[in-house]
């Protein structure tokens, strides 16, 4: 016991100095940096106000098993979903309806049930794990219901290879994946979206060498009034990519997005016309064998 009690002072003593060095140099970084103004970028100057270098490191140790450790949900990979419902469409067939006082309260009890549908969604072919991880309801004028919630998913898709990266650094950017173009809110327009998702990662995949989609954002917006009322489509995703920060830009990763965006609109206009002409072909067929033209 006459041991223990030097053995605990130099274990904290030595843990205290491995600690001052690397507080030190932060703090002499950070004096530079501020010093220096306007030589220093404002990513590095980001980047340095962090905290030390063990810190950042063991930051971005846990950033990286919540984007690309396929084994786990993360709560850094997820679907967020919002879309609005008529309150009486979550009663169930013959279901009397509640006192409007608890409406709120029903409501919010409904909203996981339902998203467990956008869930086997994604298990068809985006995901190969998914469970509500929140869920959420908020009441409008006119008798409907804004329903939100956020999925935590595994993605079939793999992310790629980040072990040999040097001077790593995740970056992230933002990809609207609806192109400008109205769509209804339905499982088919669901899906499109998640497949633009994975398409553009893997455009970024074969350029840096990695991507996971970090953040999917499926979004409805309503107009018009009740009788009339329709719902176009938003939708998002978040992709991250993590690259050599010396080589490597945020507007590298950009570009590509924006190469791949133009792609898909491409094939979106190709489909269009394509389903116009079969829309005619169909038209056409009854009459065509009088017809001489």
């Known amino acids: 016991m006459k041991y223990l009690y ?3 002072v130099a274990v904290i003593v030595g843990l205290s100095a491995l600690w001052y060095v690397p507080s030190m140099i932060w703090g002499y970084q950070v004096s530079m940096a501020t010093t220096r103004g306007s030589d220093v970028s404002p990513e ?6 962090k905290g030390p270098a ?4 063991i930051r971005g140790r846990k950033e990286m098993r919540a984007y690309y450790d396929m084994a786990q949900f993360s709560k850094r990979r997820t679907v967020r979903v919002q879309f609005e419902r008529r309150f009486d469409s979550l009663l169930a067939e013959g279901e009397a309806a509640p006192d409007p006082a608890l409406h709120l309260l029903y409501a919010k009890a409904r909203a996981p049930q339902l998203l467990t549908t956008f869930c ?3 298990l068809v072919g985006y995901a190969s794990s998914c469970l509500v991880g929140e869920a959420d309801a908020r009441l409008r004028d006119g008798g409907r219901v804004d329903l939100s919630g956020s999925l935590q998913i595994v993605p079939r898709f793999h992310p790629g290879a980040v072990a040999d990266v040097e001077n790593g650094e995740f970056i992230k950017v933002y990809a609207d994946l609806a192109l400008n173009a109205a769509r209804e809110f339905t499982p088919e327009t669901r899906a499109l979206m998640s497949r633009r998702a994975v398409a553009l990662c893997a455009a970024l995949r074969a350029e840096f060498g990695n991507c996971v989609v970090g953040n999917l954002q499926l ?4 107009r018009g009034p009740d009788a009339a009322r329709t719902y176009t489509m938003q939708a998002s995703a978040q992709l991250v990519v993590y690259a050599d920060r010396i080589r490597v830009g945020k507007d590298d990763v950009t570009q590509v997005v924006e ?4 792609i898909l609109v491409s094939w979106a206009q190709a489909r269009g ?4 002409f079969a829309d005619l072909a169909a038209r056409i067929a009854p009459w065509r064998s009088t017809a001489h033209f």
Do not use: K, S
């Not at 590095?44 to 106000?49: C, M, P, T, Y």
């Not at 979004?219 to 309503?222: D, E, K, N, Y």
């Open 6 to 8: 030097p053995l605990v």
């Open 44 to 49: 590095r100057f980001a980047e340095l106000i």
């Open 54 to 57: 063990p810190v950042r490191w």
């Open 120 to 122: 086997a969604e994604l």
């Open 219 to 222: 979004r409805t917006q309503g």
């Open 259 to 262: 190469d791949g965006r133009r």
């Open 273 to 276: 016309r394509m389903a116009h």
